[in-house]
């Protein structure tokens, strides 16, 4: 087996042309609906213990809503088209991770719908359920098949065992009997798969070639199971111990490391760089809630910092990623 370099994403399509088609979209443009969905979250959160935001949150999940329609639509566009650029993507060692930015997507977005319709939120919260486990699990199975590629490494691997955190994220208010045990089972598998596969990304990214610059931006996905679990364990458990503090402060400390290295000039923009949406989202809404619980100015202002920077961040890779569509270049091979 080559070991010679990481496979790109873009490896995974094999486009036998060079204009614009519906066969170029990435699955991992999803990412866009879960740092949308987050960011609404994290405003609705703002709006609920500050008193600033809530309209903004409210505005953004319908947005996230609508972005979700329309690339689902596009995605089944190019299944019924392109069915064989699909498998690609979904077979490819590195692309096929990016299939989790859908389920993660689902329960985000369920957990926008559930205050203005609960009927659509929990089939929102269920259908993401059990296509997460069931990725989980098929991401897992091939794994344990053996002669993988030690450089396929890579932070995107973290989705779709992070994708089960989102499970306890979202549905820790679902009213059905049997959540309260789901989510102690998604927050077991997720924390599990986590750990496991966060030793080896680490490994990798140190003893390892370093990423290749479009991969770079995935970087930040380091911080979701930190801050991930940091919302999942105390949605689960109902309290912020100190186990939580910890998962926190070390996701935080994370996110300012990995700044310096993600946030670059020579990195030019791709869809790739919405990987960097929904960890930050997460940090933002778990550092409104770390702050909220422990009362405190200076956590105020980190939350607020954070919030803020999100925010811009998206409004950039909207603005940028609406310019590369209608430039042609989005779609392009």
Do not use: C
């Not at 392109?82 to 993507?89: F, G, K, L, N």
């Not at 798969?193 to 990304?201: C, D, E, H, S, W």
């Amino acid at each position: 087996m080559n070991t010679a370099h990481t496979p790109s994403i873009a490896a995974a399509q094999s486009v036998s042309t060079s204009s614009t088609s519906i066969r170029n979209l990435p699955i991992n443009l999803f990412g866009s609906v879960m740092g949308l969905a987050g960011l609404s979250l994290a405003w609705r959160l703002s709006g609920q213990y500050y008193g600033v935001g809530a309209l903004l949150g409210e505005a953004i999940g319908a947005l996230a809503g609508l972005v979700f329609v329309l690339l689902a639509l596009g995605y089944l566009g190019k299944w019924l088209k392109h069915p064989d650029a699909v498998r690609a993507e979904f077979n490819h060692p590195v692309a096929s991770n990016f299939f989790g930015t859908v389920t993660i997507a689902l329960l985000l977005l369920s957990a926008v719908a559930t205050p203005h319709s609960q009927g659509l939120g929990q089939a929102l919260w269920i259908i993401g359920s059990v296509m997460t486990v069931a990725l989980a699990g098929l991401v897992v199975s091939r794994l344990l098949a053996g002669q993988q590629d030690p450089l396929n490494a890579v932070p995107a691997w973290l989705i779709p065992g992070v994708a089960s955190l989102d499970i306890a994220v979202t549905g820790a208010h679902m009213p059905m009997a049997w959540t309260a045990e789901f989510n102690l089972f998604a927050l077991a598998v997720g924390a599990v798969l986590a750990l496991v596969f966060y030793t080896r990304i680490f490994s990798r990214l140190v003893h390892q070639a370093a990423l290749a610059k479009g991969m770079v931006p995935s970087l930040m996905i380091l911080i979701a199971p930190f801050e991930v679990g940091f919302l999942a364990y105390t949605n689960v458990f109902g309290e912020i111990d100190r186990f939580a503090s910890v998962l926190f402060y070390f996701g935080l400390f994370l996110f300012v490391v990995l700044s310096f290295k993600v946030f670059r000039r020579d990195v030019p923009f791709a869809p790739a760089w919405w990987a960097i949406s929904f960890p930050i989202a997460a940090l933002s809404n778990a550092a409104l809630k770390y702050a909220h619980a422990q009362d405190s100015t200076v956590l105020m202002v980190i939350a607020a910092l954070i919030l803020l920077f999100l925010t811009l961040a998206l409004t950039v890779l909207s603005v940028k990623t609406l310019a590369s569509l209608f430039s042609g270049k989005l779609l392009a091979n």
